[in-house]
């Protein structure tokens, strides 16, 4: 099925059952813990502290200041631990804030700390003894959070209020409340984000090596390694950003990695199918559903790049695009990456080897991504992605795999090509002297052959005359060997006359294609571009050795005249006018002077050091064999154009 055998197919699935069975353990006990806080006071006994969480829907009261936090720490502060919570309104709308009550246990004389993990919140306010001790506010809705702070044995049986509010889902604490040593908890709360910011700082290194490299390539891996690059560049960026070390250690920072964070989530896409558009060029009918699903991308991504900038000026539309972007973005990964995933395992029966190792990456990160989009909707957005990033990094190595075994499959078909060339041009070669030796021999043997004539005719006439038996022998013996010398001369004539051949009739652009696969890998390799216009259903009667012959000669002479970033531009169609088929070979290389136009067809003319000259003379021949006629246009340092026009057959 889809190319691939049953036992990839039961690994797959195998992976995937396994990662749905990881993911869903994990929701159930954040779940379990989730749920457990939406009764009216929940009480739970961690680390040995008595953990109160409450809701209050009086949506007077908010914590955007120091001044309003202390003002709604006095009402809350107020409530009895059963109190603060209307049934009626829980059960009809979320609550915009939470407090969680706790009271400090019995702390021993040395230094030690508290740590509170997995908050949910957007602003957070801390008293400690009705004082305010901590402050949190932001203006962008980032709400993964976790407090940390040094206590000693003189906080012993203090009470601590810690106020939550959110305006993007209710405040929730998922984690869990410690108090241990300080220099172990100091170690864990760093050590907590160091895994992924190492491996963002990782993809970040790389992408700048590869974006810096590609810019000395040539135009064609220029830009499949420049979009590898920025996919890894993007990656890199959102596993920094999603961390909460910059929002709670380095909260100035806060708002630039949450704000980058979506720039790389709208780059990713976009770059992704533009590398597979490059990948994938050489299979014009792959290449072209690459091409559209990028313009799509594009699309995509520039209205909610629009949208993005304009958040940053309006609150209003911040507040909005917060809301609706996380959907627009989950459906718009899940159905590209399910589009990659089902096309590239079509694709996987015409292009196994080519196309697998994608399509591997593709499926585990399709897996990852959409089973853990569905729980952090199904948790009511409240679940903190974690495989994801797993999923990118195995699908970010199947692209690098794939660009690097492209590359080497393109450099050992340049090998291959290059010895068929060099094969070819051999023969080539060896066939445009003889044809050459052939038109000279024949013209000496034609001059040679009436100096003959004219003296056999004399000595016929010398022998009629008076001349002794002996003489006259003499010149019989003469007169036998002309003959001689004559038949041998029309024999070598008819040796050296060109055979006619069958001739047949010829699709132009079928006889271009395959031009195309030999010409294409040395252009490639030198980073030039070959574009080709070809309109169908044209045919011309020719030899087709001969007529490959021609246009070879012609587009070789155009790629070794190219310069950087050169170009060759192939064109084929009928002109109605003059009922004619028009074949235009136009490059961007060095050009002609006036001078070396003119001479254009002589034999042995050329300003090549391994040319023999012969080539044009023999294109020349060969078209005109065909009632065709070649004319070439050229200007100095722009180019030259070669136009080739043959009777429609």
Known sequence: MFGFSKKFWGIALFAALLTVLII????????????????????????????????????SGTLSSQEQAEQLYKQISQFPSEEGIDKQEQASKEARIAWIRLELPQLGTGQQAFYLEKIIAQNIAVFIEGHLFYHMKRDYPFVRNELYFPVDGTDSGKVIYILLESFYGQPTVKGKAVIDSFGKLSRDFLEKDLVDILLGAAFILLSVLIISSSLFMNKVNMGSWGALGLIMFSTGVMIIAYTSYFHVVLPKYGKLAYYMFYFGAITILPALFYFLEKIFAQRREVGNKFTLALKWQYYISGINLFWLILSLFSGTVSYMYFKVSPIIFGLTTASSLLFLSIYLSFFCEREKAKAR?????????????????????????????????????????SLTVMLVKQMTATYEQLLLYSKKLEVFNSGLQRTEKMEVISQLSASVAHEVRNPLQVTRGFLQLISGGALTEKEKGFV???????????????????????????????????????????????MMIHGYELEMRLQQNIYVKGVSSKFKQVLINMIKNSIDALKQDGKIKIEAYIQEDIDRIIILIEDNGEGMSASDLRRLGEPFYTKKSQGTGLGLSVSYSIIESMQGEISITSQKGEGTQVKIMLPVS
């Open 357 to 397: 190792i994608i399509a591997i990456g593709s499926i585990i990160l399709t897996v990852t991504c959409t089973v853990e989009m569905m729980v952090y909707y199904l948790s009511g957005r409240t679940y903190i992605f974690y495989f994801w990033k797993w999923g990118i990094l195995c699908f970010v190595i």
């Open 24 to 59: 869903s353990d994990k929701h159930n006990a954040i779940y379990a813990n989730q749920s457990s806080h939406k009764s009216e006071d929940v009480s739970a006994s961690i680390s040995g502290i008595d953990l109160q969480v409450h809701y209050y829907y009086n949506d």
């Open 476 to 522: 019989q013996l003469a007169i036998s060997e002309l003959d001689r010398a004559a038949n041998i001369i029309t024999e070598f004539l008819n040796f050296a006359k060109p055979q006619e051949e069958h001739k047949v009739r010829l699709d132009v652009k079928e006889e271009l294609m395959q031009i195309q696969s030999i010409v294409y890998p040395l």
